[in-house]
């Protein structure tokens, strides 16, 4: 006798342009509402209404009221993690943020059967978010870190995932698949690509750091950690190109969303901002492996 799969329902915060929920619904899970304070974002998510057929809100979560909203079985938050980060202790912000706290309102409120929180490693240093996100009454908590998008992807990317369930459950940690693309099967063929002067000085060394260069030859090469702030100086990161100029260049759009996990259907306009939004993305794949143990867990 065939029994049918129960499919949970999640509700997605800090969506971004939805790496996450997109892993999560490519493992079975009922994304039914994503939410995101940046309107690039969110406008990111309506273009791929091929993917996303669910509300997705340009709001607040400050200003969101727990209970007007459609209960689910799960609630996944990623907050903003640039307080969280290394980086922030040289530019002397790294502060924690009080975002989690909100988040921590709808899930107490809300009680859902299962939560999830995905950040930077960092974030285990600030042991008063630590405690709101693994303490709460009622709820057996894994924390897995560092989980890192190297497992599935041609990309160094670690993160703490927070998993917290109202039974007792073992959740199974990454494995890696069978095949993973290489650095030379995410690049594009004949890519068009300027290397703006700011990357041909750090090239050349005026800047205090040298760029860091991939090569696709190298069948083990990894690229580093995608970044939101390359929209900025894609002279951090190049790839070398016996066809260009000065043979190398930085990664096209479509190349840093294939560094992500997102499939070449999923929509980036062809602009600066969308290193921005791919940078701040969960790994596909990373959400995928949260969605099977979630489809797991209710099954």
Request: aromatic share 10%.
């Amino acid at each position: 006798m065939c029994t049918r799969k129960y499919i949970p329902t999640a509700k997605g915060y800090f969506s971004g342009c939805g790496g996450k929920e997109l892993g999560m619904m490519m493992a079975g899970v009922n994304v039914i509402q994503s939410l995101d304070l940046d309107k690039e974002a969110t406008d990111c998510m309506k273009a791929n209404s091929h993917y996303f057929k669910h509300p997705i809100l340009t709001a607040d979560i400050k200003e969101i009221e727990v209970l007007s909203q459609q209960q689910s079985d799960i609630i996944i938050g990623t907050y903003p993690c640039n307080k969280y980060t290394a980086i922030a202790d040289i530019h002397g912000t790294r502060t924690g943020d009080d975002l989690f706290l909100h988040f921590f309102r709808h899930i107490a409120i809300e009680q859902p059967e299962m939560y999830v929180v995905e950040n930077v490693p960092g974030m285990k240093k600030f042991k008063v978010v630590m405690e709101a996100m693994t303490k709460l009454p009622n709820y057996y908590v894994t924390v897995f870190c560092p989980v890192d998008a190297a497992i599935w992807l041609p990309q160094t990317r670690k993160r703490l995932i927070i998993i917290g369930t109202k039974k007792p459950f073992n959740v199974s940690a990454p494995v890696a698949p069978n095949y993973k693309p290489t650095i030379k099967d995410i690049l594009e063929r004949n890519a068009h690509i300027e290397m703006p002067p700011s990357a041909i000085e750090r090239l050349n060394g005026k800047y205090r750091d040298l760029p860091i260069i991939v090569d696709p030859a190298n069948i083990n090469a990894i690229a580093p950690t995608c970044v939101a702030h390359y929209a900025k100086d894609k002279g951090t990161r190049l790839v070398k190109d016996r066809k260009a100029k000065y043979g190398v260049r930085p990664f096209t759009v479509r190349e840093y969303a294939r560094l992500q996990g997102f499939p070449d259907d999923f929509v980036f306009a062809d602009k600066v901002s969308s290193y921005r939004l791919i940078g701040n993305a969960v790994a596909v794949q990373m959400g995928n492996w949260v969605g099977e143990q979630a489809m797991k867990y209710f099954n």
